[in-house]
T-cell receptor, first 114, second 112 residues
């Protein structure tokens, strides 16, 4: 059974550029959530995908968007990057979108915007 | 916004001692989960306690939940240097958004 895989592990982008982060969910998991973690803080919920549809969204602007594919893998896209977007981006998968599940997290993508 | 707050923010103990971390939250919850994070990398799920449970054990971990006080505690017994990490509590609300809401974490340092 494979865990959650994220790519790339590190990324440096220039302000104003666009970035795509990728996530492969754990085998058997159909729900993927994305979180942003600033240095020294707890993760903040960006959005969740279930059956290729967005299933909930946190307080992030529309320039944060995502996709889920039929194999349950997912992408996070961020347009018009800002310096404050520098953070660790974490993907988590779960058995379903219900409330009673634990989450399996990937190791994250460290994004630096300069 | 953060749902919960962990206390203390940082904790340093000797190997073999017990470590206790506390978490408070604000809204009615379906369950509360504890996660460990090593060196700013991915989070590892430790334990999930449902709102109708008061105590749960997993190996050297003991979690309590007091919904009347909207608080939880994580006890790590007989700590090891490998337990050095940041520990986060996260809640899933009873209604509305079905997503984890994290606290700010406790940084635990276990001295060998």
């Amino acid at each position: 059974e494979t865990g959650v895989t994220q790519s790339p592990t590190h990324l440096i982008k220039t302000r104003g550029q666009q970035v795509t982060l990728r996530c492969s969910s754990q085998s058997g998991h159909n729900t993927v959530s994305w979180y942003q973690q600033a240095l020294g803080q707890g993760p903040q919920f960006i959005f969740q995908y279930y059956r290729e549809e967005e299933n909930g969204r946190g307080n992030f602007p529309p320039r944060f968007s995502g996709l889920q594919f039929p194999n349950y893998s997912s992408e996070l896209n961020v347009n018009a990057l800002e310096l404050d977007d520098s953070a660790l981006y974490l993907c988590a998968s779960s058995l379903g979108p219900g409330r009673g599940y634990g989450y399996t997290f990937g190791s994250g993508t460290r994004l630096t915007v300069v | 916004s953060q749902q919960g707050e962990e206390d203390p923010q940082a904790l340093s103990i000797q190997e073999g001692e017990n470590a206790t971390m506390n978490c408070s939250y604000k809204t009615s919850i379906n369950n509360l989960q504890w996660y460990r994070q090593n060196s700013g990398r991915g989070l590892v799920h430790l334990i999930l306690i449902r709102s109708n449970e008061r105590e749960k054990h997993s190996g050297r971990l003991r979690v309590t939940l007091d919904t009347s006080k909207k608080s939880s505690s994580l006890l790590i017994t007989a700590s090891r240097a490998a337990d050095t990490a940041s520990y986060f509590c996260a809640t899933i609300m009873d209604t509305g958004r079905r997503a984890l809401t994290f606290g700010s974490g406790t940084r635990l340092q276990v001295q060998p």
